[in-house]
């Protein structure tokens, strides 16, 4: 069965680092979402990608963080300069042209940031 | 905005006990709602969803049922397995970007024991 992959599993950053976190969506999907899940908290949605731009974000994505499918298989979350408060669980969902609403996600990439 | 409320946890039961897990939600459209199930280790899988007022979602044993009139989509199971132990969250979809995101519950962690 199809899945959504992330690399890496786990991230260990120092404060101000770029890190950039990597998903390879299920290969006939057309949209793509970042979330994340801090320590304990709600999982909350980051941004949605289509047809190779941002089609909506949070507030939670300012500036410091960016997207973007440098290939026909890869999907990136790139944040620049890390903060303490951005420790979390990112993941990556996709979903299909037939159904917009049934989001398949990724097993996550734990974000520690020192 | 748009939220999910769910119950919270944790839920420990025995074996073969009956579940209800209880999410209601605030939407000002007609979301699809959505059940996800992370087993400890693994992202989020999607156990069910229903797409109507009044449709039932089932998966795997698991139900849920779609009630406008109380905005509840509670998730039940007949008889719960030591497997099933894992933390289930309620979603809903907004549908008000044209591109779906999710908005997630707290989570319920659900333990079962032999």
């Known amino acids: 069965e199809p899945e959504v992959t992330q690399t890496p599993s786990h991230q260990v950053t120092q404060m101000g680092q770029e890190v950039i976190l990597r998903c390879v969506p299920i290969?006939?999907?057309?949209?793509f979402y970042w979330y994340r899940q801090i320590l304990g908290q709600k999982v909350e949605f980051l941004v949605s990608?289509?047809?190779?731009?941002?089609?909506?974000k949070s507030e939670i994505f300012d500036d410091q963080f960016s997207v973007e499918r440098p290939d026909g298989s890869n999907f990136t979350l790139k944040i620049r300069s890390t903060k303490l408060e951005d420790s979390a669980m990112y993941f990556c969902?996709?979903?299909?042209?037939?159904?917009?609403?049934?989001?398949?996600f990724g097993p996550g990439t734990r974000l520690t940031v020192l | 905005g748009d939220s999910v409320t769910q119950m919270e946890g944790p839920v420990t039961l025995s074996e073969e006990a009956f579940l209800t897990i209880n999410c209601t939600y605030t939407a000002t459209g007609y979301p699809s709602l959505f059940w996800y199930v992370q087993y400890p280790g693994e992202g989020l899988q999607l156990l069910l969803k229903?797409?109507?007022?009044?449709d039932k979602g089932s998966n795997k044993g698991f139900e849920a049922t779609y009630r406008k009139e109380t905005t509840s989509f509670h998730l039940e199971k007949g008889s719960v397995q030591v497997s099933d132990s894992a933390v289930y969250f309620c979603a809903l979809s907004d549908r008000g970007g044209g591109y779906n995101k999710l908005i997630f519950g707290a989570g319920t962690r659900l333990a079962v024991h032999p």
């Open positions: 990608f289509y047809n190779n731009e941002i089609s909506e």
């Open positions: 969902a996709s979903s299909d042209r037939e159904s917009t609403d049934t989001q398949y």
């Open positions: 290969s006939n999907h057309l949209y």
């Open positions: 229903a797409t109507k007022a009044d």
